[in-house]
């Protein structure tokens, strides 16, 4: 097949140039001019092209890769971007450079980039290249089309089916197929795509993928392994760091998990994201003057992006009152009053203003109002919308108030309450301990409890195997109606699942169940910081344009894998490239004089 002829873009397009110098910027605005892109954003600063595409889909963006003595890098823009699922796969993104290394290059493969310039290059050789990689959207729009209807089933069928034949970008398809997988929850089906990838070509994306199948899959101790073996292969991808902190985090390996974070950011030192996640893993492992650090430059270099978590905001709140550090306590709640500005209607926020102003009060001493206020918010602790996140921050509101001294008689039922509620695995539990570690009595009730939880699991599981299956499920019941805990009522489900022939009263045990569930409300299943558990390091970012306005909207929640981990050819777009994946071929880019 012919490699077809790249043509002017289509018209309007609008493109964005984030570049530091002007001249540059400006030899571009020419260029994508004579290309036919109507219209161009310039910016010269990386936060500022953040808060451009978060707001606004561009049809091109041409970042350059180094902005000097800032501390910012195109690489880190892209990452955050990927990762918060604010690149649409209708942009084009490329690269800009005048130099660069292999490591370098073989990031930017692995990252949601369509291309790597190297400076100079001429307006013809700028020309092809964002037409081919324009052709490649052309060629999966029949896949993005499916997801965009929400049409999950189809599109994965699509993706294998082109991998299987080998038809034109086929392992960048397999790379969606497996996200699609993932989301249906065919763990097994993804893995096997993943590992069949590695099959035909060795790329450090696929053995990420096999990894978070294998979390998700609940084998994190096997993911660790194959994590390991990864970043003993490459110790700077550093979405292998992010996939290993996870995991270990889930284990409860907290000090493991902490280096691991820490690595991750000293790895892309301006990433949002990853300094939010190294913050609120000192927070909970009692490095408060760490955490104050970098959750507060996570809050100068983000409060007012999409890839802000408030729950960064708190903590922050937490570590200032640690320090008894007022002016800082002041400048959290000033901040908290601008967000609650743009999200009045955030019941999530509005809860977090409530835990930051009460510290607040604690730290002036106005006890009987800030007693009043956590009396309050214990009065959710069995609300359906009460969150595992919600029971942290009350749990470390609960043991300041035990350490300054204020007597709460109820205190210890309350946290005992969170205890049987969420004590459901170890990294659970650990993180809701450690969220009270002010106080050790505290954190022992909370570890006490996952004990409970288990003993009342093995005993309900013994009945079943000593064939009692009806009374199995009654017994979880019974207890999971007592405690909340999600963990008990999902066990009596896959009882019931697995004996309903042997259950003569299981039509209404289901209805128990269903009706226990809606009082429960959802529960993680796995030990996360933050709300960030959707952004997945390694996946792709499956996200659309509207066909109404320039708005995005995601088409796949859980996506972050980058996409690119191109199999057509880094160093040409067209299908005829033969799929190779070869980051040295971005080194072979530029054009002879």
């Known amino acids: 097949m012919a490699t077809e002829k790249p043509t002017a873009a289509p018209s309007p397009m609008q493109a964005l ?32 092209a953040r808060s451009r595409l978060e707001h606004t889909v561009f049809d091109y963006v041409l970042c350059e890769q180094y902005f000097g003595e800032s501390g910012y890098s195109g690489q880190t823009l892209l990452d955050d971007l990927r990762r918060a699922q604010l690149l649409p796969f209708s942009t084009v993104f490329f690269m800009v450079t005048a130099e660069a290394s292999y490591a370098a290059v073989a990031e930017a493969a692995e990252s949601a980039l369509d291309g790597y310039l190297l400076k100079p290059f001429t307006p013809s050789a700028l020309f092809e290249r964002l037409s081919l990689a324009r052709l490649r959207k052309i060629h999966l729009k029949p896949i993005f089309d499916a997801i965009e209807a929400e049409d999950f089933e189809r599109a994965a069928a699509l993706c294998v089916e082109r991998f299987e034949t080998r038809q034109p970008y086929w392992l960048y398809a397999a790379r969606i197929g497996s996200e699609l997988l993932l989301r249906l929850g065919r763990h097994d089906e993804a893995r096997k795509l993943f590992e069949a990838v590695i099959a035909a070509r060795a790329l450090p994306w696929a053995k990420l993928g096999v990894a978070r199948a294998q979390i998700e899959s609940g084998q994190a101790a096997r993911a660790v392994t194959t994590l390991q073996g990864l970043i003993g292969e490459d110790a700077s991808f550093a979405d292998a760091y992010d996939v290993l902190g996870r995991a270990q985090v889930e284990l409860g390996n907290f000090a493991q998990a902490i280096e691991t974070y820490r690595t991750a950011s000293t790895l892309t030192p301006d990433s949002v994201v990853r300094l939010q996640k190294l913050g609120m893993m000192s927070y909970y492992m009692g490095d408060r003057a760490n955490a104050t650090k970098v959750l507060s430059r996570a809050v100068i270099l983000g409060i007012d992006s999409k890839l802000f978590d408030f729950q960064s905001l708190v903590l922050l709140t937490f570590s200032y009152f640690a320090e008894n550090d007022r002016k800082g306590i002041d400048r959290c709640m000033a901040d908290f009053a601008r967000i609650m500005e743009r999200h009045q209607s955030s019941a999530r926020v509005q809860r977090f203003a409530a835990v930051a102003n009460t510290l607040q009060l604690i730290q002036q001493r106005q006890f009987s109002q800030a007693v009043e206020a956590v009396r309050g918010m214990a009065r959710e602790i069995t609300s359906a919308s009460f969150d595992f996140e919600a029971a942290c921050n009350l749990a470390s509101l609960l043991a300041v108030l035990a350490v300054t001294s204020i007597n709460l008689d109820e205190g210890e039922s309350w946290i005992r309450a969170l205890g049987m509620r969420y004590a459901n695995t170890r990294g659970l539990t ?53 405690t909340l805990n999600s963990k008990l009522l999902d066990m009596s489900q896959q009882v019931l699942l697995r004996q309903r022939a042997r259950i003569s009263t299981a039509d209404a045990l289901q209805e128990a169940i269903d009706s226990l569930r809606q009082r429960i409300g959802s529960a993680p299943t796995r030990a996360i910081l933050g709300q960030d558990s959707e ?59």
């Open 430 to 482: 650990e993180l809701l301990a450690n969220a009270c570690n002010g106080h050790a009595p505290y954190s022992d009730i909370v570890r006490e409890s996952l004990l409970h939880i288990n003993k009342s699991a093995e005993l309900a599981m013994a009945k079943s195997l000593g064939g009692d299956p009806t009374g199995a499920v009654e017994q979880l019941l019974r207890e999971a109606d007592k």
């Open 17 to 48: 140039i984030v570049d530091s110098n002007a001249t540059s910027r400006s030899i571009l605005v020419g260029q994508l001019r004579e290309y036919g892109v109507s219209r161009i954003v310039q910016c010269s600063r990386v936060q500022d």
């Open 535 to 593: 952004r997945t390091p390694g996946g792709v970012a499956l996200r659309v344009r509207t066909t109404t306005d320039d708005a995005v909207r995601p088409a796949m929640s859980p996506a972050d894998i980058p996409p690119f981990a191109d199999d057509s050819g880094v160093q040409d777009e067209s299908p005829e490239a033969g799929d190779e994946a070869d980051p040295a071929a971005f080194l072979r880019l530029r054009p002879q004089a």
